[in-house]
């Protein structure tokens, strides 16, 4: 698991690589540093878990993984993506939290004919026109989790909605997916400044909003920029004025943090998901306790989704006992989604994103009174994203 | 267009002014009299909200915090001043921009090792987590208008020590003239140690009261940098008049620009290409007014006399 | 020059051309990936001394001219079009035009104006290529066929890009040293130290230094368009203020007005982040430090220091 230092290059260079027992190699592509290492961590801690869960082995080799950072950035992501494909000859990259990162990459690591699993992002292309038979999801395509809001929206009958996403792939994938479904008028949208140096200070988004007489808000801002938002949101007088929806906002990245602050309107505040730490699965009871047991806080979604990584890969190196040129083999195995995962059973369209469920969530203290989400109701079952059928495979 | 809302917005911008204001004030004292590039003046801003952050977490008392914080940061300026820039005022600004960009990874890898790399926040005092009828009809919040305040209140007290006060005459002198002020006597080190911390603190200042609206973050300081050097530039460097007019200036533009270039855009471009590039156009339109003021006012608007 | 630096010069440049099979011997791919990455910046840094290191013009955007370089790869290849030379051609056009226009307003300031005033533009350049939703945004754009040049050379090959990164270089070496050896360098030295006495002389230095300033954007532009070729990937951060500090510094770092001294401070900038980021996650802490003492302590950079040491013993 350490990285491998191409430090000392000439020692390096002259050491000829020991090819006896292979190591199953997995190259995890996150950001560790930033303000957005916070969801890399989160991540991290789930891979670690689940490897230890495994004793380190997977169909009688041992497990190597070794962690990259994407600095946030589409282009470091990439370079740390050949980095992994050339330099350390890995069999999978996974890992992945941005879209436009996954983007950036996906050629130097398929071309390469590597596998590769994004354990978060969800890129709308990735499900369609870019579709690839070593591509693998352990989350969703964007748009499903808008998408399942919309219709929660259409039901409350909000009339007029205002968008604020954040100006990059995944923020025009979250707006497009809500706009399929909600039915009503879109009365503003903002897209902001995202990235390393995104913008955070909302004051003149707010205004806007508050003078939209939109009655509701729609938001997707992941990571730490959901905190801020959520702080500014309520210092602009707009809880109990104008709701607040969100996906991937309110998490348990964002929560504690609140909680801290005690932000009291964010309680009862509801968004939508795949998952949520109650979900109750045999593999996610499993998950969350070990979890919380180990780093003492609720695992995020994130964290779901880089355990179910390793557990998918597990089943596919577990199904050809170990012999990692068998890529077909492999393939087919993960085609099956024959491993436990955190959200129960479930099935891969042809474009390898899961058909799954998706939940209406809503944030309420636990019985310790720690604040996390609790599944309200289903929205969509056995939901197919829409990209599926633009998937040539 | 809705009034309330162009008085709101126009509020944000003066906001938003004040803060780029506590920045650019140092920051054109210490390129003005020491003749000192200070790529490392928005380290003090995050470095000001880390320590405000902590204490205010510590002590559970923004005010305490603040009040700790303050201090502090004259002691990280100081210390600076002391083991890196001092050395470097008789050099080109070639070297100064490298130290100094030297310095931004520094103070950005220390935080990292102190205080990881999630970020920190905190929570208002419920009196300031409200909003406030400012205008009929118009609610802001009540912290931000605190911001507004206590930013002009800083104005005030530095315009009131330079114009007022001997330390601010010889500042005066040393922006006008460096090599006088030496030759009169005074003890030039002392001062210029004193001034590069000054302009640490109210960064810093700028940095606390930033925090509780977004966070203290690492990085938060190398964009607000060169919107604050913008400000400088536009101002006249070295002059605290041009610093303020020119932060609310580009404050103003800033915001408006976020609030209604999209709507401008969309009557020539299509919906979409509108949303998407307003942003990117708003944050363009302070860097073309600056090119735009350099070109018809090399020394910017306001120039210290005799320079 | 002295004769142990002809010799180094020399075993560097043997190094350089051996590079790829010796990265093939042992084996390690990724190595090449680094050497070329050295050898296009490189590039960039040697246009940057030329107008940094001679003819005292510190800009601080010379990461736009990289972009667009860059994007005049990925615009025409997202419209299918990946002609080679039409898509140098753009990029040495577009990267000239942009100089010409921005260093006819540039030029008329000094010192930290001139500094901040090509920030200015980069900064305008960085958001028009943000601004652009059709080719990405913020997102960046992935090249899926690099520039062809159908029967000549095929960039598909790492090693041929590289070959052709390599004469690049050599041609922006050759370039530069004629260039500053040559009146119009003198002249263009002259405008740095002494612009009273070069116009007291009749020369127009405003001409001479926009000149130069096209010469030097163009070159950039060419780096750029090698780095989209070789990255296949582009993004407005290729452009970000801190890419063009990166540059300034690596400059700096090798020793400004030496004609090697890009090529020295470029690889020492990359070789030690690699090394420096494998050990700790804190590698910038390490790497902001050093680069503190070099400004203290070594000054004239690496490359100077180098010259001194070999005066010294031979």
């Known amino acids: 698991m350490k990285r491998i230092v191409v430090a000392v290059a000439l020692a390096a260079m002259l050491a000829t690589p020991a090819a006896f027992a292979r190591n199953v190699k997995i190259g995890f592509v996150t950001t560790l540093t930033t303000g957005a290492a916070v969801i890399g961590r989160d991540m991290q801690d789930a891979v670690n878990l689940a490897l230890e869960q495994i004793g380190g082995k997977m169909g009688g080799l041992d497990v190597d993984v070794i962690f990259e950072d994407d600095g946030f950035k589409p282009e470091i992501g990439k370079q740390k993506t050949d980095k992994l494909v050339k330099s350390d000859d890995v069999d999978f990259v996974a890992g992945y939290i941005w879209s436009n990162v996954l983007l950036a990459s996906r050629k130097s690591a398929l071309d390469a004919g590597k596998f590769m699993i994004s354990s978060n992002a969800g890129a709308s292309q990735m499900a369609g026109k870019f579709c690839n038979k070593n591509f693998f999801s352990t989350s969703w395509e964007n748009s499903q989790t808008p998408m399942a809001l919309g219709e929660v929206l259409n039901r409350k009958g909000v009339k007029k909605l205002y968008i604020m996403v954040p100006n990059y792939a995944a923020g025009k994938n979250m707006a497009t997916g809500v706009e399929r479904t909600f039915k009503g008028e879109i009365v503003g949208k903002d897209m902001t400044k995202w990235g390393k140096s995104a913008q955070l200070d909302f004051s003149a988004e707010l205004s806007k909003v508050k003078a939209s007489g939109a009655d509701a808000l729609f938001i997707f801002y992941p990571g730490k920029a959901g905190g801020a938002f959520i702080k500014q949101y309520e210092q602009a007088g707009l809880v109990g004025k104008i709701p607040l929806y969100s996906v991937f906002t309110v998490d348990s990245i964002s929560l504690p943090k609140l909680q801290k602050g005690n932000l009291k309107g964010v309680l009862g505040s509801q968004s939508a998901s795949f998952w949520s730490p109650d979900l109750d699965t045999p593999q996610n009871r499993k998950f969350v306790s070990s979890f919380k047991a180990k780093y003492g806080r609720y695992p995020s979604f994130y964290a779901a989704q880089s355990y179910d990584t390793i557990f998918l890969i597990k089943s596919a190196v577990d199904a050809v006992k170990g012999n990692l040129d068998d890529m077909d083999g492999m393939r087919a195995a993960m085609e099956k989604a024959d491993f436990p995962s955190v959200r129960g059973k479930f099935r891969y369209g042809r474009n390898h994103f899961p058909i799954q469920n998706f939940y209406l969530l809503q944030v309420e203290p636990d019985a310790d009174g720690v604040w996390t989400t609790k599944i309200v109701e289903t929205i969509y079952k056995d939901h197919q994203d829409i990209y599926a059928s633009k998937c040539k495979l | 267009m ?3 809302l162009v008085i709101s917005q126009l509020l944000n911008g003066l906001q938003l002014g004040v803060l780029l204001f506590l920045l650019a004030a140092g920051l054109t004292l210490v390129l003005g009299i020491m003749n000192f590039v200070n790529l490392a003046h928005g380290s003090f801003y995050m470095v000001g909200a880390y320590l405000c952050a902590t204490f205010t977490l510590w002590l559970d008392s923004f005010l305490l915090g603040l009040l700790l914080a303050i201090p502090a940061m004259l002691l990280v300026g100081v210390v600076t001043e002391l083991l890196v820039v001092r050395h470097l005022y008789r050099r080109d600004h070639l070297d100064q921009v490298l130290a100094s960009f030297g310095l931004i990874l520094v103070f950005d890898s220390t935080v990292h090792m102190v205080w990881g790399p999630a970020g920190l926040t905190f929570v208002l005092p419920a009196v300031l987590n409200g909003q406030v009828t400012v205008f009929p009809g118009v609610e802001f919040p009540v912290y931000r208008l605190l911001i507004i305040a206590v930013g002009l209140l800083v104005a005030l007290g530095l315009y009131l020590l330079v114009a007022r006060t001997r330390v601010g005459m010889l500042i005066r002198a040393g922006a006008a003239n460096p090599v006088m002020v030496g030759a009169l006597g005074v003890d030039i080190k002392t001062l210029f140690t004193l001034v590069f911390a000054l302009g640490a603190v109210l960064a810093g200042i700028a940095g606390m009261l930033i925090a509780p609206i977004t966070e203290a973050s690492i990085g938060m300081g190398k964009d607000i940098l060169i919107i604050t050097l913008v400000v400088i530039i536009i101002g006249g460097i070295g002059s605290i008049r041009g610093s303020f007019i020119a932060a609310m200036v580009v404050g103003l533009i800033d915001t408006l620009g976020r609030s209604y270039l999209d709507d401008l855009l969309k009557l020539v471009l299509s919906n979409q290409a509108a949303e998407t590039s307003a942003p990117a156009i708003s944050s363009m339109l302070i860097y073309i007014l600056m090119a735009v003021i350099l070109y018809f006012r090399p020394e910017g608007l306001f120039p210290p006399r005799s320079r | 020059m002295s004769r142990p630096a002809h010799w180094t010069l020399l075993a560097a440049g043997l190094l350089l051309l051996l590079a790829p099979q010796i990265i093939g011997w042992i084996d390690k791919p990724f190595y090449l990936d680094l050497i070329t990455r050295i050898v296009i910046l490189s590039i960039a840094a040697v246009s940057l001394n030329l107008i940094l ?163 030097a954007g163009m070159l950039c532009g060419l780096s750029g368009w090698l780095l989209g070729n070789f990255t296949s990937f582009i993004s407005p ?78």
């Open chain 3, 237 to 314: 951060e290729m452009m970000d203020w801190t890419r063009s500090g990166e540059l300034l510094f690596m400059v700096v770092l090798g020793g400004t007005g030496l004609l090697f001294g890009p090529v020295l401070g470029v690889s020492a900038f990359i070789i030690g982040e690699e090394v420096l980021s494998g050990i700790t996650v804190y590698w910038q802490f390490i790497f902001g430090v050093i680069l503190i003492l070099v400004v203290l302590f070594a000054r004239g950079g690496l490359g100077r220091l180098l010259l001194r040491s070999g005066d010294g013993h031979g």
């Open chain 3, 53 to 215: 290191g001679y003819g005292g013009m510190i800009s601080f955007g010379h990461a736009a001219f990289i972009g667009i370089g860059a994007y005049a790869v990925g615009i025409p290849a997202y419209y299918e079009e990946y002609s080679g030379l039409l898509q140098l051609g753009i990029a040495l056009g577009g990267a000239g035009l942009f100089a010409l226009v921005t260093g006819i307003i540039c030029l008329r300031t000094r010192g930290i104006h001139f500094i901040m005033i090509t920030l200015a533009f980069a900064q305008m350049a960085y958001f028009t290529f943000v601004s652009l939703d059709q080719y990405g945004g913020d997102d960046g754009l992935v090249i899926d066929v690099r520039s062809e040049f159908p029967g000549l050379i095929d960039l598909e090959s790492g090693v041929q890009l590289y070959y052709l990164s390599l004469a690049a270089l050599a041609l922006a070496l050759f370039l530069v040293h004629r260039l500053v050896h040559s009146r119009f360098g003198r002249v263009i030295e002259g405008a740095r130290s002494n612009r009273e006495r070069m116009h007291s002389l009749g020369y127009d230095t405003y001409r001479y230094q926009l000149v130069c300033y096209v010469i």
């Open chain 2, 2 to 4: 809705n009034s309330t």
